[in-house]
Protein backbone atom coordinates (compact mmCIF):
# COMPACT_ATOMS: atom_id res chain seq x y z
CA UNK A 1 0.00 0.00 0.00
CA UNK A 2 2.66 2.31 0.66
CA UNK A 3 4.05 2.43 -3.07
CA UNK A 4 0.49 3.82 -4.01
CA UNK A 5 0.62 6.39 -1.98
CA UNK A 6 3.14 8.74 -3.45
CA UNK A 7 1.67 7.95 -6.87
CA UNK A 8 -1.61 8.97 -5.36
CA UNK A 9 0.18 11.82 -4.22
CA UNK A 10 1.86 12.58 -7.43
CA UNK A 11 -1.94 12.20 -9.58
CA UNK A 12 -3.13 14.85 -6.89
CA UNK A 13 -0.55 17.34 -7.35
CA UNK A 14 0.96 16.81 -10.71
CA UNK A 15 2.47 20.14 -10.27
CA UNK A 16 4.26 20.46 -7.39
CA UNK A 17 5.67 16.98 -7.85
CA UNK A 18 7.21 17.93 -11.26
CA UNK A 19 8.28 21.28 -11.19
CA UNK A 20 10.48 19.88 -8.02
CA UNK A 21 11.53 16.92 -10.34
CA UNK A 22 12.03 18.55 -13.02
CA UNK A 23 14.00 21.52 -11.43
CA UNK A 24 16.10 18.56 -10.08
CA UNK A 25 16.87 16.86 -13.56
CA UNK A 26 17.29 20.00 -15.11
CA UNK A 27 19.90 21.28 -12.42
CA UNK A 28 23.23 19.57 -13.24
CA UNK A 29 22.34 20.39 -16.90
CA UNK A 30 22.18 23.76 -16.16
CA UNK A 31 24.87 24.45 -13.75
CA UNK A 32 26.86 22.54 -16.31
CA UNK A 33 25.82 25.11 -19.41
CA UNK A 34 26.38 27.83 -17.02
CA UNK A 35 29.89 27.28 -15.84
CA UNK A 36 31.11 25.58 -19.17
CA UNK A 37 29.14 27.79 -21.52
CA UNK A 38 27.99 31.20 -20.27
CA UNK A 39 30.59 31.75 -18.36
CA UNK A 40 33.18 31.62 -20.43
CA UNK A 41 31.87 34.22 -22.94
CA UNK A 42 31.64 36.72 -19.90
CA UNK A 43 34.84 36.11 -19.38
CA UNK A 44 36.08 36.72 -22.19
CA UNK A 45 34.47 39.70 -22.77
CA UNK A 46 35.64 40.93 -19.35
CA UNK A 47 39.28 40.23 -20.14
CA UNK A 48 39.27 41.55 -24.10
CA UNK A 49 39.03 44.90 -22.27
CA UNK A 50 42.18 44.06 -20.52
CA UNK A 51 46.13 43.27 -20.64
CA UNK A 52 45.98 39.83 -18.50
CA UNK A 53 48.67 37.12 -18.17
CA UNK A 54 48.02 34.07 -16.86
CA UNK A 55 50.54 34.20 -13.48
CA UNK A 56 50.23 37.64 -13.04
CA UNK A 57 48.82 39.21 -9.88
CA UNK A 58 46.71 41.52 -11.53
CA UNK A 59 45.45 43.70 -14.89
CA UNK A 60 45.04 47.17 -15.71
CA UNK A 61 42.26 48.17 -17.87
CA UNK A 62 43.23 48.88 -21.74
CA UNK A 63 39.76 49.80 -22.88
CA UNK A 64 39.45 48.90 -26.45
CA UNK A 65 42.84 48.75 -27.34
CA UNK A 66 42.62 45.28 -28.10
CA UNK A 67 40.04 45.63 -30.61
CA UNK A 68 41.49 48.64 -32.25
CA UNK A 69 45.19 46.32 -32.45
CA UNK A 70 42.77 43.51 -34.49
CA UNK A 71 41.57 46.08 -37.02
CA UNK A 72 44.90 47.93 -37.48
CA UNK A 73 47.79 45.73 -37.20
CA UNK A 74 49.12 44.19 -41.02
CA UNK A 75 49.12 40.84 -38.81
CA UNK A 76 45.64 40.84 -38.01
CA UNK A 77 44.55 42.15 -41.19
CA UNK A 78 46.17 39.09 -42.55
CA UNK A 79 44.20 36.80 -40.00
CA UNK A 80 40.94 38.25 -41.49
CA UNK A 81 41.97 37.43 -45.14
CA UNK A 82 43.14 34.04 -44.41
CA UNK A 83 39.96 33.39 -42.52
CA UNK A 84 37.84 35.00 -45.02
CA UNK A 85 39.59 33.70 -48.15
CA UNK A 86 39.29 30.01 -46.67
CA UNK A 87 35.13 30.36 -45.50
CA UNK A 88 34.44 32.29 -48.93
CA UNK A 89 36.37 29.50 -50.93
CA UNK A 90 35.48 26.37 -49.14
CA UNK A 91 31.72 26.64 -48.28
CA UNK A 92 30.00 27.30 -51.50
CA UNK A 93 32.63 24.84 -53.42
CA UNK A 94 31.90 22.35 -50.59
CA UNK A 95 28.36 22.56 -50.79
CA UNK A 96 28.36 22.57 -54.38
CA UNK A 97 30.13 19.56 -54.96
CA UNK A 98 28.24 17.92 -51.80
CA UNK A 99 25.06 18.75 -54.07
CA UNK A 100 26.57 17.43 -57.36
CA UNK A 101 27.38 14.30 -55.53
CA UNK A 102 24.25 14.01 -53.73
CA UNK A 103 22.37 14.35 -57.17
CA UNK A 104 24.76 11.68 -59.04
CA UNK A 105 24.55 9.35 -55.83
CA UNK A 106 21.15 9.51 -55.41
CA UNK A 107 20.75 8.72 -59.37
CA UNK A 108 22.38 5.52 -60.01
CA UNK A 109 20.86 3.83 -56.96
CA UNK A 110 22.19 0.81 -55.18
CA UNK A 111 25.39 1.63 -56.90
CA UNK A 112 25.74 4.84 -55.42
CA UNK A 113 26.24 3.56 -51.90
CA UNK A 114 29.62 2.61 -52.63
CA UNK A 115 30.59 6.00 -53.44
CA UNK A 116 28.63 7.34 -50.34
CA UNK A 117 31.16 5.07 -48.19
CA UNK A 118 34.18 6.29 -50.23
CA UNK A 119 33.06 9.90 -49.97
CA UNK A 120 32.31 10.09 -46.67
CA UNK A 121 35.69 8.30 -45.47
CA UNK A 122 37.39 11.64 -45.17
CA UNK A 123 34.68 12.99 -42.50
CA UNK A 124 35.25 10.07 -40.10
CA UNK A 125 39.66 9.85 -40.41
CA UNK A 126 41.05 11.94 -37.61
CA UNK A 127 42.20 15.30 -39.80
CA UNK A 128 45.58 15.87 -37.98
CA UNK A 129 46.83 12.26 -39.75
CA UNK A 130 45.05 13.07 -42.97
CA UNK A 131 46.78 16.59 -42.85
CA UNK A 132 50.25 14.55 -42.66
CA UNK A 133 49.06 12.06 -45.12
CA UNK A 134 48.48 15.39 -47.49
CA UNK A 135 51.89 16.77 -46.91
CA UNK A 136 53.77 14.06 -48.05
CA UNK A 137 51.59 13.86 -51.22
CA UNK A 138 52.06 17.74 -51.92
CA UNK A 139 56.27 17.16 -50.80
CA UNK A 140 58.00 19.21 -53.53
CA UNK A 141 60.58 16.53 -54.56
CA UNK A 142 59.14 13.35 -53.23
CA UNK A 143 55.52 13.57 -52.96
CA UNK A 144 52.91 11.94 -55.10
CA UNK A 145 50.79 14.99 -56.63
CA UNK A 146 54.53 16.76 -58.33
CA UNK A 147 55.52 13.47 -59.49
CA UNK A 148 52.52 12.90 -61.01
CA UNK A 149 52.86 16.74 -62.61
CA UNK A 150 56.08 15.48 -64.03
CA UNK A 151 54.19 12.71 -65.86
CA UNK A 152 52.88 15.62 -67.74
CA UNK A 153 55.42 16.56 -69.21
CA UNK A 154 56.76 16.29 -72.74
CA UNK A 155 52.68 15.31 -73.58
CA UNK A 156 50.76 18.32 -74.70
CA UNK A 157 49.80 19.46 -71.30
CA UNK A 158 53.60 21.49 -72.03
CA UNK A 159 51.12 23.37 -73.94
CA UNK A 160 49.00 24.82 -70.73
CA UNK A 161 50.97 28.11 -68.83
CA UNK A 162 51.11 26.16 -65.79
CA UNK A 163 52.72 22.88 -66.72
CA UNK A 164 55.19 25.01 -68.90
CA UNK A 165 56.35 26.61 -65.94
CA UNK A 166 56.33 23.76 -63.75
CA UNK A 167 58.33 21.93 -65.94
CA UNK A 168 61.23 24.59 -66.77
CA UNK A 169 61.09 25.95 -63.24
CA UNK A 170 59.79 22.67 -61.35
CA UNK A 171 56.36 22.33 -60.13
CA UNK A 172 55.59 24.70 -57.09
CA UNK A 173 56.80 23.94 -53.33
CA UNK A 174 52.58 24.13 -52.57
CA UNK A 175 53.07 24.16 -48.93
CA UNK A 176 56.23 26.53 -48.87
CA UNK A 177 54.77 28.77 -51.16
CA UNK A 178 52.65 31.54 -49.92
CA UNK A 179 50.73 32.09 -53.23
CA UNK A 180 49.59 28.49 -52.68
CA UNK A 181 49.73 27.60 -49.21
CA UNK A 182 46.25 29.03 -48.14
CA UNK A 183 44.28 27.24 -51.69
CA UNK A 184 46.27 24.21 -50.16
CA UNK A 185 44.51 24.41 -46.96
CA UNK A 186 41.01 24.80 -48.74
CA UNK A 187 41.54 22.14 -50.90
CA UNK A 188 42.04 20.02 -47.91
CA UNK A 189 39.04 21.12 -46.07
CA UNK A 190 36.78 20.93 -49.17
CA UNK A 191 38.37 17.46 -49.28
CA UNK A 192 37.37 16.33 -46.13
CA UNK A 193 33.93 18.50 -45.77
CA UNK A 194 32.01 17.68 -48.99
CA UNK A 195 31.53 13.79 -48.05
CA UNK A 196 29.60 15.22 -45.01
CA UNK A 197 27.25 17.30 -47.01
CA UNK A 198 26.95 14.86 -49.62
CA UNK A 199 25.41 12.67 -46.81
CA UNK A 200 23.12 15.57 -45.46
CA UNK A 201 22.02 16.23 -49.13
CA UNK A 202 21.32 12.50 -49.98
CA UNK A 203 18.79 13.02 -46.75
CA UNK A 204 17.17 15.47 -47.77
CA UNK A 205 16.17 14.17 -51.42
CA UNK A 206 15.15 10.82 -50.00
CA UNK A 207 12.63 13.02 -49.06
CA UNK A 208 11.93 14.68 -52.24
CA UNK A 209 8.25 12.89 -53.12
CA UNK A 210 8.07 11.40 -56.32
CA UNK A 211 4.95 12.58 -57.44
CA UNK A 212 6.48 15.85 -57.42
CA UNK A 213 8.58 14.85 -60.44
CA UNK A 214 5.33 12.96 -62.31
CA UNK A 215 4.15 16.42 -62.00
CA UNK A 216 6.53 18.84 -63.26
CA UNK A 217 7.07 16.49 -66.37
CA UNK A 218 3.17 16.74 -66.72
CA UNK A 219 3.66 20.39 -66.53
CA UNK A 220 6.17 20.34 -69.35
CA UNK A 221 9.47 20.47 -67.10
CA UNK A 222 10.91 17.61 -69.59
CA UNK A 223 15.02 18.22 -69.48
CA UNK A 224 16.51 17.46 -65.83
CA UNK A 225 17.87 21.00 -65.23
CA UNK A 226 14.14 21.84 -65.50
CA UNK A 227 13.08 19.26 -63.26
CA UNK A 228 16.05 20.00 -60.91
CA UNK A 229 14.85 23.99 -60.92
CA UNK A 230 11.29 23.07 -60.34
CA UNK A 231 11.22 20.53 -57.75
CA UNK A 232 14.59 19.60 -56.31
CA UNK A 233 16.31 22.42 -55.72
CA UNK A 234 12.80 24.17 -53.55
CA UNK A 235 12.48 20.74 -51.47
CA UNK A 236 15.94 20.72 -50.90
CA UNK A 237 15.66 24.43 -49.53
CA UNK A 238 15.63 23.79 -45.77
CA UNK A 239 18.86 21.50 -45.95
CA UNK A 240 20.98 23.69 -48.51
CA UNK A 241 20.17 26.21 -45.23
CA UNK A 242 21.57 24.12 -43.07
CA UNK A 243 24.39 22.93 -44.57
CA UNK A 244 25.62 26.24 -45.29
CA UNK A 245 25.96 27.26 -42.38
CA UNK A 246 27.24 23.87 -40.79
CA UNK A 247 30.09 24.37 -43.21
CA UNK A 248 30.34 28.10 -42.59
CA UNK A 249 30.84 27.08 -38.89
CA UNK A 250 32.93 24.55 -39.37
CA UNK A 251 35.68 26.44 -41.80
CA UNK A 252 35.88 29.04 -39.30
CA UNK A 253 37.10 26.36 -37.36
CA UNK A 254 39.76 25.33 -39.08
CA UNK A 255 42.76 24.44 -37.13
CA UNK A 256 44.36 21.32 -37.23
CA UNK A 257 45.85 21.51 -40.85
CA UNK A 258 47.35 24.62 -40.32
CA UNK A 259 48.93 23.17 -36.86
CA UNK A 260 49.93 20.50 -38.71
CA UNK A 261 51.87 22.12 -41.42
CA UNK A 262 53.06 24.99 -39.75
CA UNK A 263 53.87 24.51 -35.59
CA UNK A 264 54.91 28.25 -35.68
CA UNK A 265 53.76 31.14 -37.70
CA UNK A 266 50.72 29.97 -39.88
CA UNK A 267 52.02 29.31 -43.11
CA UNK A 268 54.51 31.35 -45.21
CA UNK A 269 54.17 35.26 -44.59
CA UNK A 270 51.39 34.48 -42.42
CA UNK A 271 49.15 32.88 -45.30
CA UNK A 272 47.74 30.87 -43.71
CA UNK A 273 46.95 32.77 -40.28
CA UNK A 274 43.18 31.77 -39.48
CA UNK A 275 41.55 33.03 -36.53
CA UNK A 276 41.62 29.67 -34.44
CA UNK A 277 45.28 29.58 -34.97
CA UNK A 278 45.74 33.56 -33.96
CA UNK A 279 43.69 32.40 -30.87
CA UNK A 280 45.88 29.62 -30.19
CA UNK A 281 49.10 31.48 -30.81
CA UNK A 282 48.47 34.56 -29.10
CA UNK A 283 46.58 33.73 -26.17
CA UNK A 284 47.95 30.52 -25.24
CA UNK A 285 51.35 30.17 -27.07
CA UNK A 286 52.08 33.67 -26.07
CA UNK A 287 50.08 34.19 -23.03
CA UNK A 288 48.57 37.46 -24.44
CA UNK A 289 45.08 36.93 -22.99
CA UNK A 290 43.55 40.31 -23.67
CA UNK A 291 43.97 40.21 -27.64
CA UNK A 292 43.57 36.03 -27.04
CA UNK A 293 40.05 36.91 -25.92
CA UNK A 294 39.09 39.66 -28.18
CA UNK A 295 39.43 37.26 -31.77
CA UNK A 296 37.45 34.98 -29.29
CA UNK A 297 34.74 37.92 -29.07
CA UNK A 298 35.03 38.43 -32.97
CA UNK A 299 34.71 34.60 -33.75
CA UNK A 300 31.74 34.58 -31.58
CA UNK A 301 30.28 36.85 -32.98
CA UNK A 302 30.57 35.74 -36.57
CA UNK A 303 29.63 32.92 -35.54
CA UNK A 304 26.38 34.42 -33.59
CA UNK A 305 25.67 36.05 -36.28
CA UNK A 306 25.67 33.56 -39.41
CA UNK A 307 23.52 31.73 -36.94
CA UNK A 308 21.27 34.33 -36.75
CA UNK A 309 20.96 34.65 -40.37
CA UNK A 310 20.50 31.21 -41.06
CA UNK A 311 17.16 31.31 -38.03
CA UNK A 312 15.67 34.27 -40.18
CA UNK A 313 15.84 32.38 -43.42
CA UNK A 314 14.76 28.76 -42.52
CA UNK A 315 11.91 31.01 -40.83
CA UNK A 316 11.20 33.51 -43.48
CA UNK A 317 11.72 31.27 -46.95
CA UNK A 318 11.36 28.16 -46.43
CA UNK A 319 8.46 27.27 -45.33
CA UNK A 320 6.36 24.88 -48.56
CA UNK B 1 33.12 9.10 -64.66
CA UNK B 2 33.45 12.26 -62.66
CA UNK B 3 32.44 9.94 -59.26
CA UNK B 4 35.06 7.97 -60.61
CA UNK B 5 37.69 10.89 -60.74
CA UNK B 6 36.56 12.07 -57.45
CA UNK B 7 36.91 8.49 -55.75
CA UNK B 8 40.82 9.10 -57.02
CA UNK B 9 40.80 12.23 -55.15
CA UNK B 10 39.35 10.84 -52.13
CA UNK B 11 41.21 7.52 -52.09
CA UNK B 12 44.92 9.39 -52.87
CA UNK B 13 45.98 10.11 -49.47
CA UNK B 14 44.24 6.82 -47.73
CA UNK B 15 45.90 5.12 -50.37
CA UNK B 16 49.20 6.96 -49.78
CA UNK B 17 48.89 6.53 -46.23
CA UNK B 18 49.09 2.89 -46.15
CA UNK B 19 51.33 2.51 -49.05
CA UNK B 20 54.21 4.03 -46.95
CA UNK B 21 53.68 2.61 -44.27
CA UNK B 22 54.28 -0.84 -45.50
CA UNK B 23 57.35 0.74 -47.53
CA UNK B 24 61.09 0.77 -46.70
CA UNK B 25 62.47 4.48 -46.72
CA UNK B 26 64.61 4.01 -49.62
CA UNK B 27 61.30 3.07 -51.49
CA UNK B 28 59.65 6.00 -50.16
CA UNK B 29 62.18 8.41 -51.55
CA UNK B 30 62.54 6.75 -54.83
CA UNK B 31 58.93 6.45 -55.14
CA UNK B 32 59.50 2.95 -56.17
CA UNK B 33 57.26 -0.53 -55.33
CA UNK B 34 54.00 -0.07 -56.00
CA UNK B 35 51.54 -0.44 -53.55
CA UNK B 36 53.26 -3.39 -51.34
CA UNK B 37 56.96 -2.23 -51.91
CA UNK B 38 59.02 -4.98 -52.56
CA UNK B 39 59.09 -6.29 -49.16
CA UNK B 40 62.91 -6.75 -49.30
CA UNK B 41 64.88 -7.21 -45.86
CA UNK B 42 65.66 -3.73 -44.86
CA UNK B 43 68.56 -3.03 -42.24
CA UNK B 44 67.85 -0.40 -39.18
CA UNK B 45 70.43 1.95 -39.31
CA UNK B 46 69.58 3.17 -35.78
CA UNK B 47 70.04 -0.27 -34.43
CA UNK B 48 73.18 -1.09 -35.79
CA UNK B 49 74.26 1.76 -34.79
CA UNK B 50 73.26 1.21 -31.22
CA UNK B 51 74.97 -2.00 -31.22
CA UNK B 52 78.50 -1.14 -33.14
CA UNK B 53 81.06 -3.81 -31.46
CA UNK B 54 83.36 -2.51 -29.33
CA UNK B 55 86.58 -3.55 -27.58
CA UNK B 56 85.39 -5.62 -25.51
CA UNK B 57 82.55 -7.37 -27.61
CA UNK B 58 85.55 -8.44 -29.87
CA UNK B 59 87.58 -9.63 -27.44
CA UNK B 60 84.70 -11.85 -26.00
CA UNK B 61 83.48 -12.78 -29.61
CA UNK B 62 87.09 -13.92 -30.70
CA UNK B 63 86.39 -17.28 -28.78
CA UNK B 64 83.53 -18.16 -31.10
CA UNK B 65 85.32 -17.22 -34.19
CA UNK B 66 88.83 -19.01 -34.08
CA UNK B 67 91.25 -18.44 -36.19
CA UNK B 68 90.57 -14.80 -37.03
CA UNK B 69 92.10 -11.95 -35.91
CA UNK B 70 90.34 -8.63 -34.42
CA UNK B 71 89.54 -7.50 -37.77
CA UNK B 72 87.76 -10.16 -38.64
CA UNK B 73 85.96 -10.89 -35.47
CA UNK B 74 84.35 -7.46 -35.96
CA UNK B 75 83.55 -7.80 -39.44
CA UNK B 76 81.88 -11.32 -38.78
CA UNK B 77 80.12 -9.62 -35.37
CA UNK B 78 78.92 -6.80 -37.54
CA UNK B 79 77.32 -9.18 -40.58
CA UNK B 80 75.58 -10.64 -37.25
CA UNK B 81 74.19 -7.35 -35.87
CA UNK B 82 73.00 -6.33 -39.03
CA UNK B 83 71.43 -9.68 -39.22
CA UNK B 84 69.45 -9.47 -36.65
CA UNK B 85 68.58 -5.24 -37.28
CA UNK B 86 67.18 -6.04 -40.73
CA UNK B 87 63.78 -7.21 -41.08
CA UNK B 88 60.74 -6.09 -43.65
CA UNK B 89 59.80 -3.09 -43.87
CA UNK B 90 56.63 -3.46 -42.60
CA UNK B 91 57.73 -4.94 -39.40
CA UNK B 92 59.96 -2.02 -38.97
CA UNK B 93 57.18 0.58 -39.70
CA UNK B 94 54.98 -0.79 -37.51
CA UNK B 95 57.48 -2.14 -34.92
CA UNK B 96 58.79 1.54 -35.03
CA UNK B 97 55.79 2.65 -34.36
CA UNK B 98 54.43 1.13 -31.11
CA UNK B 99 57.98 1.58 -29.67
CA UNK B 100 59.29 5.00 -30.40
CA UNK B 101 56.73 5.99 -28.42
CA UNK B 102 54.10 4.99 -26.14
CA UNK B 103 51.34 4.70 -28.98
CA UNK B 104 49.68 1.72 -26.82
CA UNK B 105 49.50 4.32 -24.36
CA UNK B 106 48.27 6.87 -26.30
CA UNK B 107 45.62 4.95 -27.88
CA UNK B 108 44.25 3.76 -24.62
CA UNK B 109 44.47 7.54 -23.27
CA UNK B 110 41.88 7.56 -26.59
CA UNK B 111 39.58 4.99 -25.24
CA UNK B 112 39.45 7.01 -22.13
CA UNK B 113 38.50 10.68 -23.06
CA UNK B 114 36.58 9.45 -25.40
CA UNK B 115 34.44 6.89 -23.24
CA UNK B 116 34.35 9.45 -20.46
CA UNK B 117 32.81 11.77 -22.30
CA UNK B 118 30.42 10.18 -23.95
CA UNK B 119 28.77 8.40 -20.40
CA UNK B 120 28.93 11.92 -18.27
CA UNK B 121 27.45 13.76 -21.34
CA UNK B 122 24.71 10.93 -20.90
CA UNK B 123 24.38 10.82 -17.43
CA UNK B 124 23.97 14.83 -17.70
CA UNK B 125 21.91 14.86 -20.29
CA UNK B 126 19.18 12.56 -20.35
CA UNK B 127 17.76 13.42 -17.33
CA UNK B 128 17.31 16.66 -18.58
CA UNK B 129 15.78 15.86 -22.07
CA UNK B 130 12.92 13.70 -20.03
CA UNK B 131 12.44 16.72 -17.87
CA UNK B 132 12.23 19.03 -20.64
CA UNK B 133 10.37 16.35 -22.62
CA UNK B 134 7.74 15.05 -20.31
CA UNK B 135 7.46 16.82 -17.27
CA UNK B 136 5.32 20.00 -17.00
CA UNK B 137 6.73 22.80 -14.51
CA UNK B 138 7.84 26.30 -14.22
CA UNK B 139 10.38 28.04 -16.12
CA UNK B 140 11.02 24.81 -18.73
CA UNK B 141 10.41 26.60 -21.25
CA UNK B 142 13.31 29.33 -20.36
CA UNK B 143 15.68 26.61 -19.86
CA UNK B 144 14.55 25.17 -23.04
CA UNK B 145 15.55 28.44 -24.63
CA UNK B 146 18.31 28.79 -22.78
CA UNK B 147 19.32 25.08 -24.66
CA UNK B 148 18.81 26.39 -27.89
CA UNK B 149 21.00 29.69 -27.12
CA UNK B 150 23.42 27.41 -26.60
CA UNK B 151 23.58 24.97 -29.50
CA UNK B 152 25.05 28.23 -31.03
CA UNK B 153 28.13 28.50 -28.98
CA UNK B 154 30.74 26.18 -30.59
CA UNK B 155 32.90 25.08 -27.86
CA UNK B 156 36.33 25.57 -29.86
CA UNK B 157 35.24 28.90 -30.22
CA UNK B 158 35.61 29.13 -26.33
CA UNK B 159 38.28 27.53 -25.71
CA UNK B 160 40.64 30.65 -24.60
CA UNK B 161 38.59 31.15 -20.99
CA UNK B 162 37.84 28.00 -20.75
CA UNK B 163 41.84 27.40 -20.73
CA UNK B 164 42.18 29.81 -18.42
CA UNK B 165 39.71 28.55 -15.75
CA UNK B 166 41.23 25.07 -15.95
CA UNK B 167 44.75 27.07 -15.36
CA UNK B 168 43.06 28.38 -12.37
CA UNK B 169 42.05 25.40 -10.90
CA UNK B 170 45.53 23.53 -11.35
CA UNK B 171 43.94 21.35 -13.77
CA UNK B 172 45.81 21.70 -17.06
CA UNK B 173 47.75 18.29 -17.92
CA UNK B 174 45.28 16.52 -16.08
CA UNK B 175 42.26 13.90 -17.66
CA UNK B 176 39.84 16.44 -16.07
CA UNK B 177 41.18 18.56 -18.19
CA UNK B 178 40.62 16.49 -21.51
CA UNK B 179 37.01 15.90 -20.31
CA UNK B 180 35.35 18.73 -18.35
CA UNK B 181 34.64 20.89 -21.42
CA UNK B 182 33.27 18.27 -23.09
CA UNK B 183 30.36 16.75 -20.63
CA UNK B 184 28.17 19.16 -21.05
CA UNK B 185 26.78 18.31 -24.67
CA UNK B 186 23.34 20.88 -25.52
CA UNK B 187 23.32 18.86 -28.32
CA UNK B 188 22.76 15.94 -26.72
CA UNK B 189 19.66 17.40 -24.83
CA UNK B 190 18.12 18.95 -28.04
CA UNK B 191 18.20 14.94 -29.53
CA UNK B 192 17.43 13.55 -26.82
CA UNK B 193 14.50 15.83 -25.78
CA UNK B 194 13.65 16.01 -29.66
CA UNK B 195 13.51 11.83 -28.90
CA UNK B 196 11.46 11.60 -25.98
CA UNK B 197 8.46 14.03 -27.17
CA UNK B 198 7.76 10.70 -29.53
CA UNK B 199 7.71 8.28 -27.02
CA UNK B 200 3.88 7.62 -25.32
CA UNK B 201 2.62 9.39 -22.20
CA UNK B 202 0.68 6.15 -20.84
CA UNK B 203 4.53 4.34 -20.60
CA UNK B 204 5.37 7.12 -17.94
CA UNK B 205 2.18 7.32 -16.08
CA UNK B 206 2.54 3.65 -16.06
CA UNK B 207 5.84 3.58 -14.83
CA UNK B 208 4.37 6.43 -11.67
CA UNK B 209 1.65 3.83 -11.01
CA UNK B 210 4.23 1.90 -10.30
CA UNK B 211 5.73 3.68 -7.64
CA UNK B 212 8.92 4.54 -9.73
CA UNK B 213 10.70 7.95 -8.97
CA UNK B 214 11.01 10.22 -11.86
CA UNK B 215 15.18 9.60 -11.74
CA UNK B 216 14.42 5.67 -12.20
CA UNK B 217 11.91 6.23 -14.70
CA UNK B 218 14.65 8.06 -17.06
CA UNK B 219 17.26 5.09 -16.09
CA UNK B 220 14.58 2.11 -15.88
CA UNK B 221 12.06 3.51 -18.79
CA UNK B 222 13.12 6.17 -20.91
CA UNK B 223 17.07 4.77 -21.40
CA UNK B 224 15.71 1.49 -22.89
CA UNK B 225 13.43 3.19 -25.24
CA UNK B 226 16.05 5.76 -26.37
CA UNK B 227 19.49 3.33 -27.74
CA UNK B 228 18.80 4.08 -31.19
CA UNK B 229 19.31 7.68 -30.56
CA UNK B 230 21.59 6.97 -28.41
CA UNK B 231 23.24 4.99 -30.23
CA UNK B 232 23.84 7.74 -32.95
CA UNK B 233 24.81 10.13 -30.53
CA UNK B 234 27.19 8.05 -29.53
CA UNK B 235 29.05 7.58 -32.67
CA UNK B 236 28.87 11.51 -33.04
CA UNK B 237 30.32 12.27 -29.79
CA UNK B 238 33.29 9.25 -30.19
CA UNK B 239 34.15 10.77 -33.62
CA UNK B 240 34.41 13.87 -32.77
CA UNK B 241 36.35 13.46 -29.85
CA UNK B 242 38.53 10.78 -31.05
CA UNK B 243 39.95 12.78 -33.65
CA UNK B 244 39.87 16.46 -31.97
CA UNK B 245 43.35 17.82 -32.19
CA UNK B 246 42.82 21.17 -30.90
CA UNK B 247 41.60 20.73 -27.58
CA UNK B 248 44.09 18.34 -26.28
CA UNK B 249 46.93 20.75 -27.76
CA UNK B 250 45.92 23.64 -26.09
CA UNK B 251 45.35 21.69 -22.28
CA UNK B 252 48.48 18.74 -22.29
CA UNK B 253 51.29 20.44 -22.77
CA UNK B 254 54.46 18.04 -22.65
CA UNK B 255 53.09 15.40 -20.71
CA UNK B 256 53.73 12.16 -22.45
CA UNK B 257 51.15 10.12 -20.49
CA UNK B 258 48.34 11.99 -21.14
CA UNK B 259 48.95 12.20 -24.96
CA UNK B 260 45.70 11.39 -26.86
CA UNK B 261 46.36 9.72 -30.47
CA UNK B 262 46.28 13.09 -32.57
CA UNK B 263 48.95 14.33 -30.44
CA UNK B 264 51.07 11.31 -29.98
CA UNK B 265 51.31 11.45 -33.82
CA UNK B 266 51.93 15.49 -33.99
CA UNK B 267 54.80 14.68 -31.28
CA UNK B 268 56.15 11.73 -34.06
CA UNK B 269 55.98 14.55 -36.16
CA UNK B 270 57.98 17.07 -34.28
CA UNK B 271 60.81 15.25 -34.28
CA UNK B 272 60.70 13.19 -37.62
CA UNK B 273 63.40 12.86 -40.14
CA UNK B 274 63.25 11.95 -43.59
CA UNK B 275 63.83 8.22 -42.72
CA UNK B 276 60.61 8.11 -40.70
CA UNK B 277 58.44 8.38 -43.15
CA UNK B 278 57.22 5.10 -42.73
CA UNK B 279 57.21 4.64 -39.22
CA UNK B 280 55.13 8.06 -39.01
CA UNK B 281 52.86 6.60 -41.82
CA UNK B 282 52.47 3.41 -39.74
CA UNK B 283 51.16 5.70 -36.36
CA UNK B 284 48.69 7.51 -38.65
CA UNK B 285 47.39 4.31 -40.19
CA UNK B 286 47.01 3.11 -36.23
CA UNK B 287 45.10 5.73 -35.65
CA UNK B 288 42.45 6.30 -38.51
CA UNK B 289 41.91 2.60 -38.74
CA UNK B 290 39.21 1.76 -36.10
CA UNK B 291 37.08 4.52 -37.02
CA UNK B 292 37.05 3.61 -40.02
CA UNK B 293 36.66 -0.07 -39.94
CA UNK B 294 33.85 0.33 -37.32
CA UNK B 295 32.82 2.70 -39.96
CA UNK B 296 32.69 0.44 -43.17
CA UNK B 297 31.29 -2.86 -40.84
CA UNK B 298 28.12 -0.42 -39.56
CA UNK B 299 27.82 2.54 -42.27
CA UNK B 300 24.16 2.82 -42.26
CA UNK B 301 24.16 3.67 -38.54
CA UNK B 302 27.54 5.98 -38.86
CA UNK B 303 25.97 7.88 -41.98
CA UNK B 304 22.36 7.95 -39.54
CA UNK B 305 24.27 8.94 -36.47
CA UNK B 306 26.45 12.05 -38.32
CA UNK B 307 23.47 13.47 -39.80
CA UNK B 308 21.83 13.37 -36.63
CA UNK B 309 22.31 17.04 -36.57
CA UNK B 310 21.02 17.77 -39.64
CA UNK B 311 17.28 16.86 -38.16
CA UNK B 312 17.29 19.94 -36.30
Given at each position: MAAVDPSVANIAKPNSGQARAGWGLVAPALTLMALILLVPIIVA?????????????????????????LFTRSTYEKMFVATFTYVITVVPISVGLGLGAA????????IGDIYKTIYFLPVMATLLAMAIAWEFMLHPTIGMVNRALEVA???????????????????PLWLGDRDYAIWVICFIGIWQGF?????????????????????????????????????????????TVFVVTISCIRAFQVFDTIEAFWPQGGGPNKSAYVMMFAIFEKGIQQNLIGIGSAITMLFLLFVMFLTVIQRWLVERKVHY | ????????????????????????????????????GRQEMMIDPRCVALRQPG??????????????????????????????????????????????????????????????????????????????????????????????????????????????????LGLTNTYAALVVPWTISVFGIFLMRQFFMTVPDDLIDAARMDGMSELAIVWRVMLPTAIPALLAFAIFSVVAHWNDYFWPRIVVTGNRDLFTPP??????????????????????????????????????????GITLSGMK
Open positions: GVLSFTNYSLGNPGFDWVGVQNYERLLVHSLGRCGTWFEALPFFTNGCAEGFGFNMVLFLAGLTSVHRELYHAAEMDGARSGWERFRLVTWPALGPT | MVLILGTIIVLAPFYMMVSYSLKSPGEIARGEGGFFRSDIEAGSARFPGQDDGGVQAALLAETEADCSMRPVVFNYSKAFTEAPLIRYLLNGVIVTMSIFLIQIVVALPAAYALAKLKFWGRDAVFGLVLFCLLIPVHAIALPLYIGLAKLGLREFKGDGDGSFFGPMMATATVIVTPLIVAFLLAQRRFIE
